[in-house]
DNA sequence: CGTGTAAGGAATTCTGACACG
DNA sequence: CGTGTAAGGAATTCTGACACG
């Protein structure tokens, strides 16, 4: 429960593999960054480092923009997303503190 | 069953960040792979790349090798663990033979 | 707006070899 | 045997800019 993601978001994966992988340029993967669509990290030479979750997000984006969906658009449904992810989260936080206040703390 | 290792076995990491994740040397890695230890695919260009379960092998190659075991060595312990793998899957397989014998065809 | 491209430079990776032990 | 290193070259990646539309 914190370690099945391990593989899929680690960013480790260099652009060129990103571009083999989902047929997209270079040029466009960097502008779906310049856009805030995307986050990849850097080595300490300045090379960007992707996840596979990241070359997947890429494709759906890919998609949208094929579909005539604009990169703003799109930016704004992924925090649309984001938000809801988060309310999910924090629902599902206070659900257990309310049993644990009834039942009784069981995690430890 | 067929999908959960796309992301552990798919080979998409070059070697400085194998260097990073694993804490060897490229020299060292490159000479697991000369010994047959370990077998990146490579890119177009003539670049190694890399999976996740390559970088857990590098991890078990490089601890074995601390403790004095030689590469021939770690070579033949590998091959007989492909093998008793490889025996497990066929006498999975024969059962599950055994069973559409005697109880039909329960696949499609 | 989203993408292609040429430009110049820097980081990355490659191979074969010498060294040590 | 396993690893470090310097050498020279090739592949990879980076940024900022011009172009088109």
Known sequence: MSNEASYKDKKV???GIVRELTGLSERQIRYYEER????????PGGSR???????ELLMDIAEKIEDGVQTFEIRQE????KKKAEQ?????????????AQFGIRKA
Chains 1, 2 share one sequence.
């Open 13 to 15: 994966i260099t652009i």
């Open 36 to 43: 805030k669509l995307i986050f990849p990290e850097r080595t």
């Open 49 to 55: 480092k992707y996840s596979f979750a990241d070359i």
């Open 78 to 81: 992924m925090m649309k997303d």
């Open 88 to 100: 999910a989260k924090l629902r599902k936080k206070m659900i257990q503190g309310q049993l644990n």
